[in-house]
């Protein structure tokens, strides 16, 4: 029993040092390291706020019609005579109005309404508030970009062409011209912040911005927009962004966007031609096309009325091919044969018209505050036992004091047949 007493009594003694042991390793440990600092939780909890805020947003209002809406209502409608623009676009938009890319067009009337890391389908959803309710002449639209980084979820090509083609039928269909512009390039030369490389063509392969800004070429050729091409520019011969345009790869700082303003300037230009000014006594009243072009669009050429069987002159077009009057028609002397569009016995002349194998488009003058705007596709149909007779259909604007009075779809139909 003694010794069983004696080996409890030893166990103890063992239990109680390995315990001070531990103890006194314990404390070593707890002075040796140091406490969490506070600053960088402080800074970790700030930073997840700033991201629950911003997605709390962005489900709020995804496309962030909030960003503009103040400044949008303080904007005045158009003076007489000033010839406004407005860009829409993702975040090169948005940056180029800061002033150390050395200012956004300076004393000119031109409204910047970017928003960084935006795709097509949230500019097409605030596309009337930020374009079409300031009464533009004519909108700079860049973007896609982002479409192909996949910033708002996967997004197919043709369904980023059909954004752009959805913004540019609304200006058209309120009296805005469009520049559509080429998605820039972009490098793996950049670098963030804190030095580290970038290479942007992860996220959007050269091959896409490629096929998106061919895509964009030939849909601004085919419906009388203009393209803006910075890609051309601001690419080198290896296909990347250059280096000396950009610092991250993506954006461009002072030198791109120099190099963009004189760009963008041009296609403002070239776009304002056809849209006529108060003055456009520069404008041509009928397209100016050589002799290979005119024999291939000789058919197209005379006297259209709207709607088949339609023959009273009351609503009726006449496309020449020098701006002079064509041949009267034989059956129907009183027919139009000035250049030109008829309705409800007025005659308005073209301030512009452009025509093409895929079409015809023209501005009228104004008469008494009233003016049209059309914009159509050629194409050929059976009419009784005639075949192939030429007919034109598309969209007409009536525009009354600046504003878009009446907007329908219209067929109308060549007088060959009448």
């Not at 209002?61 to 209502?73: C, F, G, I």
């Not at 973007?143 to 043709?158: R, V, Y």
């Not at 910075?230 to 690419?235: D, I, L, T, W």
Request: glycine share 8%; charged share 25%.
């Amino acid at each position: 029993m003694k010794a069983a007493f004696t080996l409890v009594g030893r166990l103890v003694l063992v239990l109680a040092v390995f315990a001070s042991v531990v103890f006194g390793q314990a404390q070593t440990q707890m002075k040796t390291q140091e406490p969490p600092k506070a600053a960088e939780d402080c800074a970790g909890l700030a930073e997840a706020k700033a991201r629950l805020e911003a997605q709390e947003k962005r489900l709020n209002d995804w496309p962030d019609l909030a960003r503009y809406r103040e400044v949008n209502a303080k904007v005045a409608a158009p003076a007489e005579g000033e010839q406004r623009v407005v860009f829409i676009g993702d975040s090169i938009t948005d940056l180029w109005v800061q002033p150390r890319f050395g200012g956004f067009f300076p004393g000119k009337p031109y409204i910047g309404r970017g928003i960084s890391g935006q795709t097509t389908p949230q500019m097409l959803v605030r596309f009337r508030a930020d374009v079409i309710a300031l009464r533009p002449q004519v909108v700079v639209i860049l973007a896609g970009t982002n479409d192909i980084a996949g910033n708002t979820g996967p997004i197919t090509l043709e369904e980023t062409e059909g954004n752009l083609a959805s913004m540019a039928e609304l200006a058209r269909a309120n009296g805005i011209r469009v520049a559509l512009s080429s998605v820039l390039p972009v490098s793996n030369f950049g670098h963030d912040r804190e030095g580290n490389p970038l290479d942007m063509r992860i996220k959007r392969p050269p091959e896409k911005i490629l096929e998106l800004n061919n895509w964009i070429k030939k849909y601004a050729a085919e419906n009388g927009h203009v393209y803006l091409d910075y890609f051309s520019a601001m690419v080198d011969d290896q296909g990347l962004l250059k280096k000396e345009l950009s610092e991250d790869g993506l954006h461009p700082n002072a030198a791109g966007y120099a190099m963009m303003g004189p760009l963008a300037e041009k296609a403002i230009q070239a776009a304002r031609g056809e849209t006529a000014a108060t003055d456009c006594s520069s404008c041509r009243e009928a397209p100016v096309i050589d002799d290979e072009e005119r024999e291939l669009l000789r058919d197209f050429f005379g006297l259209y009325y709207l709607d088949l069987g339609e023959q009273s002159g009351e609503t009726a077009l006449v496309i020449s091919p020098d701006g002079k009057p064509i041949p009267p028609k034989e059956n129907d002397p009183e027919a139009p044969t000035l250049p030109g569009f008829y309705v409800n016995g007025k005659y308005f002349k073209f301030l512009w018209s452009r025509i093409s194998q895929g079409g015809f488009a023209f501005r009228t003058e104004k008469i008494e505050g009233t003016e049209y705007l059309f914009h159509g596709k050629f194409g050929r149909e059976q009419i009784d036992v005639i075949p192939e007779v030429p007919y034109l259909a598309g969209l007409l604007a009536e525009r009354r004091d600046s504003h878009v009075d009446k907007m329908k779809k219209v067929h109308f139909a060549h007088a060959v047949v009448l």
